[in-house]
């Protein structure tokens, strides 16, 4: 899942977006208005969580045009996260687009477990995620394959996660790199390649994740 945090306060965003990183998240920074339209217009974000008091403008202003300005690549989910804790805002907030209203001061836990239920509610799955042999457990971290334990490192894990999440697709590498690594990963590195490879080993036989030459990566047979 790749998350757009918005977050004027570089110390917070900080070490949000290191607790985000460590649970297997993708995570790009915006401390603007106007850095994070940047993003919105060429990234596809899973979440995107909205600061509102932002030097250059209100995040709600940002909220509300996602659903108008066509050249803002819409999240799938939005949250917000801010000190502005009246019901009025929280009302606000809602009515303007987000999908969920958080207060500052939060426990992490709490943000983590909020950023999970959203994204069951974006892909209209449980706790459980299948795809033929293997399960993952979204809630707890966890993957099997026809019942065994995998030990995964967050990364392999959240290299599965997309891939259980679209089986039969034909996933680029590019694709790979824009869901499951952050704004930080070099393009030009083997780091998919490398990955995906550890993760397969894992996997075990027969092998799962099918290599199309020249386009990219399935998982299981191709969708209908």
């Not at 977006?17 to 297997?24: D, H, I, P, Q, T």
């Not at 001061?105 to 509610?121: G, K």
């Not at 209209?124 to 019942?147: F, I, K, N, P, V």
Request: proline share 4%; glycine share 8%; with cysteine.
């Amino acid at each position: 899942m790749r998350i757009l945090l918005i977050e004027d306060d570089p110390d917070l965003a900080g070490i949000v977006a290191l607790g985000l990183r460590n649970e297997s998240y993708a995570v790009d920074l915006a401390a603007t208005c106007r850095a994070a339209e940047e993003a919105l217009r060429t990234t596809a974000y899973d979440v995107a969580c909205f600061d509102l008091g932002l030097p250059d403008g209100d995040g709600l202003d940002l909220v509300r045009r996602l659903g108008t300005d066509g050249e803002l690549r819409r999240p799938r989910r939005t949250l917000v996260l801010t000190a502005r804790d009246a019901v009025a805002d929280r009302v606000a907030g809602l009515d303007a687009g987000a999908d969920d209203y958080l207060v500052k001061p939060f426990h992490f836990s709490e943000l983590v477990a909020r950023l999970r239920a959203l994204a069951r509610r974006a892909d209209d799955h449980g706790t459980l995620l299948r795809a033929g042999e293997l399960t993952l457990d979204l809630a707890a971290h966890r993957a099997w394959r026809s019942g065994a334990e995998l030990d995964l490192t967050a990364r392999e894990y959240a290299l599965l996660r997309y891939f259980m999440h679209h089986p039969g697709e034909l996933l680029s590498a590019e694709d790979l790199l824009e869901h499951v690594w952050d704004a930080h990963a070099n393009p030009f590195t083997a780091s998919v390649r490398v990955i995906l490879s550890r993760l397969r080993r894992k996997l075990g036989d027969p092998p799962l994740i099918a290599t199309v030459t020249g386009s990219g990566y399935r998982l299981g047979r191709p969708a209908p």
